[in-house]
């Protein structure tokens, strides 16, 4: 079974910044929009960002301008390089093809605060 691992997630101060990872068993990432998606206490999950096979990125306007998502297709892994976060950035922080097609992984605990 595809297993998808996302870390490196954890306590930030606002304004500062964070590097998640997310690494998948097997070429599953080949060929698929990537996403990262992110889900609040109380709130549903939502789409953080994706990019493309070809690595065009998209943004959702909350995090546009401070969040960077790359991939390696070689390595089958895919990042989210997190700046100036603030206090509603805290969440649980998920990968994904963007069709969510994949058993969701345990997602990385990213929390803002001072």
């Known amino acids: 079974q595809v297993r998808l691992v996302e870390s490196g997630g954890g306590l930030a101060q606002p304004g500062g910044s964070l590097r998640l990872s997310c690494a998948a068993s097997?070429?599953?990432?080949?060929?698929?929009?990537m996403a990262w998606y992110r889900q609040a206490p109380g709130k549903e999950r939502e789409l953080v960002a994706r990019?493309?096979?070809?690595?065009?990125?998209y943004y959702v306007d909350s995090v546009k301008g401070r969040f960077t998502i790359s991939r390696d297709n070689s390595k089958n892994t895919v990042h989210l390089q997190m700046n100036s976060l603030t206090p509603e950035d805290t969440a649980v922080y998920y990968c994904?093809?963007?069709?969510?097609?994949?058993?969701w992984g345990q997602g990385t605990q990213v929390t803002v605060s001072s």
């Open positions: 994904n093809r963007l069709s969510a097609s994949l058993v």
């Open positions: 097997g070429r599953i990432f080949s060929g698929y929009d």
């Open positions: 990019i493309s096979p070809g690595g065009s990125p």
